[in-house]
Each structure stands twice: as structure tokens, then as C-alpha cells.
């Protein structure tokens, strides 16, 4: 799987109430959650994102609570993957679980607003086309793969009782 798109620079420690305030929390609606997703820093974010777009920061992101309508709402803006040098663990698998891809990059404080990047996740690459620069990256396990293209961990799991 890849994805092209371009970067949306964040900081250290954005936290789920970052990402997505507690009071839109009354729906699990993907679209209606990224109508507010990273309104804290950016209010016409949702506007702007375009599908593919992927989002940068730095260490732990996604702290705070353990709440699924942060990725969701990130996913729901047509990101296709989360960069960060760190990420908060219970984000992380909740990330994967919706089937949003997440890359620990210890490098991504390299990576500018606006610069084009190439992720190869097969092959655990990340090409920032702008700078020209290739970073690597740990590759996920294969299931943890299939759960991500499959859109997420329930879907996955339909996917495989479907073909029993």
C-alpha cells in the first residue's frame, strides 16, 4: 500500500482534546467529527486537508484520553496516515483499530508544512519529494497490515469469518 499527499505540521504532546474537544464527542460519525478535527490549532483545517493529506508532529501524540473519535476524526478529514516521532499508546492502537495508519518516524521533526510525501508501507519507507530526503521506517506485522487495508479492526474480522 502507498499514499502521496501532503504534510500538516503539528507539535509535541497534541493531546486527543487537540484533536477533536470533548463536546462533539455526542457522535461516532466520521464526517461529523472532522468537521471539528484539529480545530484548536487550525479552525478551517477540515477545510483545507485534502484527501491524502497526512498529518506530522512530533513525540506523543495523540496523549490525553483514550477516546476513538480522535482517529476518527482524523479519518474522517481523508488523512491517510499519522507521522510522528512518538505516539501515545492507547492512540496508536486505537489508530489501528479504525484503520488509520500511524508511523513512528524519529526523523519527523525534519519534515516541513507543505512538504509532498511518499509513504511505501509494504517496504517501510517515507519519501519526502519536497526535500528529497528517504526516511525508513519499522514496518507493521502483516495482520496489523491486513487490519489497516481492511479499514480496521471489525472489518477485518468480518472480512475473515466471511471467508470460513
Known sequence: METRGKAWKFGYHVNTDDIIAAKYLNTTDEKELSSHCMETFNADFHKKVMKGDMIVAGENFGCGS???HAPL????????????KSFA?????????????VIELKEAENIKQGDVL??????????????????????????????????GLMKWVAQKKATK
Open 66 to 68: 483514550s477516546r476513538e
Open 89 to 101: 499508546r492507547i492512540f496508536l492502537r486505537n489508530s489501528i483499530n479504525i484503520g488509520l495508519p
Open 118 to 151: 511518499e509513504i511505501d508501507f509494504e517496504n517501510g519507507t517515507v519519501l519526502n519529494v519536497t526535500g528529497g530526503r528517504k526516511y525508513s521506517f519499522k514496518r507493521y506485522p502483516e495482520f496489523l497490515q491486513e487490519i489497516i487495508q481492511s479499514g
Open 73 to 84: 476524526s482524523i479519518k474522517g478529514c481523508g488523512i491517510s496516515a499519522v507521522i510522528a
